[in-house]
């Protein structure tokens, strides 16, 4: 959308407003999906609600891509964002969930691998098709979007259900099957199963109706509220940082520190691109060896310093030679920090947080809260910019993520190499949460290593 929303603009004549709501309104309405998912993962289950994912974003994109109006593309982009909606909440749980503890963080962080590598991707084909006629290029740009959907869609006939799931549906069987085939021995996966049982509530593996879930949500112990702190707060600030502004208005924000020409601009973000993805498989590689947190503080740090940096060479540097190669640097270094930190972890954290029966739904309150936030700031982005500068708000967004260096020093816990079951104790108790966190010094000393 970042390289299409120019021509769409040109071939479409929307306005300013009408290109903010097209560009946010996919963030918005995926509220509508990842609420919705909860409840229909856990009555459809998690392989299945992958699928049903993949169905309402092909519809989605097929409408957008044969568009003929800015209606017709707008109700596109809705079926996109509801597809969304159900993928950024089930895809992580349903990985969590077939994991081993050792390897959970590496796995659970793929959905953020692939999303890096999708929007490289974009890039890639922004730049390819920016060449051909206005009403054409943008077509092709988000009609090759399908093509990812179909893929998941055919390997959901190979992937097996969550075990965990399974026993929640009281199918113990089908669990220990699913269990053999993803554990190192029949012995590890009967204990895994007893595990899974206790944890679910019961040995029969009663059900745990959807009220209850949502009253326990509502009116949180003490350990739940800890929790949702943790897993909802950690999704607000990936947002509310502004990463989505660098991946939808990177080639605007070349523009005003100094670069023309639309090729010239497409060519920087696919630099931009190729860093977010670079630094993601940097911290698949470190997150279950170095752990959590200290990830999450290189990261934060990382992308205070970056958009602090932006926003001054905007600001006073603004199209000469040194503010343009200071700004792509610290673009490249705010989506770098980001991904190697808070972009994976958050979805990891919110997937391995919460117990068993709450999981799905207070996974999608999370997924919830970081799409509105999403969309809140793409919508007014281009607004707010025209009224403080586009400097002025990334010096905003820089004192943002200050206070999200806070949060992960005080609110989150490190869930390295714990079982599922073991990180519901962890929350149980206040000082145990104190116990697990990692000085900064820690990220410190990562910072000098790397």
Same mark, same amino acid.
């Given at each position: 959308?970042?390289?299409?929303?120019?021509?769409?603009?040109?071939?479409?004549?929307?306005?300013?407003?009408?290109?903010?709501?097209?560009?946010?309104?996919?963030?918005?309405?995926?509220?509508?999906?990842?609420?919705?998912?909860?409840?229909?993962?856990?009555?459809?289950?998690?392989?299945?609600?992958?699928?049903?994912?993949?169905?309402?974003?092909?519809?989605?994109?097929?409408?957008?891509?044969?568009?003929?109006?800015?209606?017709?593309?707008?109700?596109?982009?809705?079926?996109?964002?509801?597809?969304?909606?159900?993928?950024?909440?089930?895809?992580?749980?349903?990985?969590?969930?077939?994991?081993?503890?050792?390897?959970?963080?590496?796995?659970?962080?793929? &959905?953020? #691998? @692939?999303? *890096?590598? %999708? +929007?490289?991707?974009?890039?890639?084909?922004?730049? /390819?098709?920016?060449?051909?006629?206005?009403?054409?290029?943008?077509?092709?740009?988000?009609?090759?979007?399908?093509?990812?959907?179909?893929?998941?869609?055919?390997?959901?006939?190979?992937?097996?259900?969550?075990?965990?799931?399974?026993?929640?549906?009281?199918?113990?069987?089908?669990?220990?099957?699913?269990?053999?085939?993803?554990?190192?021995?029949?012995?590890?996966?009967?204990?895994?199963?007893?595990?899974?049982?206790?944890?679910?509530?019961?040995?029969?593996?009663?059900?745990?109706?959807?009220?209850?879930?949502?009253?326990?949500?509502?009116?949180?112990?003490?350990?739940?509220?800890?929790?949702?702190?943790?897993?909802?707060?950690?999704?607000?600030?990936?947002?509310?940082?502004?990463?989505?502004?660098?991946?939808?208005?990177? &080639?605007? #924000? @070349?523009? *005003?520190? %100094? +670069?023309?020409?639309?090729?010239?601009?497409?060519? /920087?973000?696919?630099?931009?691109?190729?860093?977010?993805?670079?630094?993601?498989?940097?911290?698949?590689?470190?997150?279950?060896?170095?752990?959590?947190?200290?990830?999450?503080?290189?990261?934060?740090?990382?992308?205070?310093?970056?958009?602090?940096?932006?926003?001054?060479?905007?600001?006073?540097?603004?199209?000469?030679?040194?503010?343009?190669?200071?700004?792509?640097?610290?673009?490249?270094?705010?989506?770098?920090?980001?991904?190697?930190?808070?972009?994976?972890?958050?979805?990891?954290?919110?997937?391995?947080?919460?117990?068993?029966?709450?999981?799905?739904?207070?996974?999608?309150?999370?997924?919830?809260?970081?799409?509105?936030?999403?969309?809140?700031?793409?919508?007014?982005?281009?607004?707010?910019?025209?009224?403080?500068?586009?400097?002025?708000? @990334?010096?905003?967004? %820089?004192?943002?993520?200050?206070?999200?260096?806070?949060?992960?020093?005080?609110?989150?816990?490190?869930?390295?190499?714990?079982?599922?079951?073991?990180?519901?104790?962890?929350?149980?108790?206040?000082?145990?949460?104190?116990?697990?966190?990692?000085?900064?010094?820690?990220?410190?000393?990562?910072?000098?290593?790397?």
């Amino acid at each position: 959308m970042s390289g299409a929303i120019i021509f769409i603009r040109e071939d479409l004549k929307i306005t300013e407003v009408q290109q903010e709501v097209l560009v946010g309104i996919l963030s918005i309405i995926s509220l509508l999906g990842s609420l919705a998912g909860g409840k229909t993962t856990d009555a459809i289950g998690r392989k299945w609600t992958i699928g049903l994912a993949a169905v309402i974003f092909q519809i989605g994109g097929a409408i957008m891509a044969l568009a003929p109006s800015f209606k017709v593309l707008i109700i596109g982009r809705l079926l996109c964002g509801v597809g969304i909606g159900f993928g950024v909440m089930i895809a992580p749980v349903y990985i969590a969930e077939i994991s081993p503890a050792v390897a959970r963080g590496s796995l659970t962080s793929f &959905p953020e #691998i @692939f999303i *890096n590598f %999708g +929007i490289l991707l974009g890039y890639i084909s922004n730049y /390819a098709f920016s060449k051909l006629p206005a009403h054409i290029n943008w077509r092709i740009m988000l009609g090759v979007g399908l093509i990812p959907s179909v893929v998941i869609a055919v390997a959901l006939f190979f992937i097996p259900e969550s075990p965990r799931w399974l026993v929640l549906q009281n199918r113990i069987e089908e669990a220990r099957v699913v269990l053999i085939n993803i554990t190192n021995s029949e012995k590890e996966a009967e204990e895994k199963l007893q595990e899974i049982q206790i944890a679910a509530g019961s040995a029969n593996a009663d059900k745990y109706e959807s009220k209850a879930v949502w009253l326990e949500i509502l009116r949180p112990s003490p350990p739940i509220r800890r929790m949702l702190i943790t897993g909802c707060g950690i999704q607000c600030f990936q947002q509310i940082t502004g990463i989505d502004t660098t991946v939808y208005y990177s &080639p605007q #924000i @070349f523009k *005003n520190a %100094g +670069i023309t020409g639309n090729s010239q601009a497409f060519a /920087a973000t696919i630099a931009v691109g190729f860093t977010k993805t670079l630094f993601i498989l940097i911290a698949i590689l470190f997150i279950d060896k170095l752990g959590r947190k200290p990830l999450l503080y290189a990261s934060t740090i990382g992308m205070t310093v970056s958009l602090f940096s932006l926003s001054f060479s905007l600001a006073f540097l603004s199209h000469a030679k040194a503010g343009i190669i200071l700004a792509i640097l610290a673009v490249c270094g705010n989506v770098a920090s980001f991904s190697v930190g808070l972009g994976p972890i958050c979805w990891v954290l919110s997937s391995e947080i919460f117990p068993l029966r709450l999981r799905a739904q207070a996974s999608a309150l999370g997924a919830v809260g970081n799409r509105v936030s999403s969309g809140v700031i793409s919508m007014s982005f281009l607004s707010v910019s025209r009224t403080i500068t586009t400097a002025g708000t @990334f010096f905003i967004f %820089g004192l943002i993520s200050c206070f999200a260096v806070a949060f992960v020093h005080y609110c989150v816990p490190e869930t390295k190499g714990k079982t599922l079951e073991d990180i519901e104790v962890l929350f149980q108790n206040e000082g145990e949460l104190q116990v697990s966190q990692i000085e900064m010094g820690d990220a410190e000393r990562l910072m000098q290593k790397s």
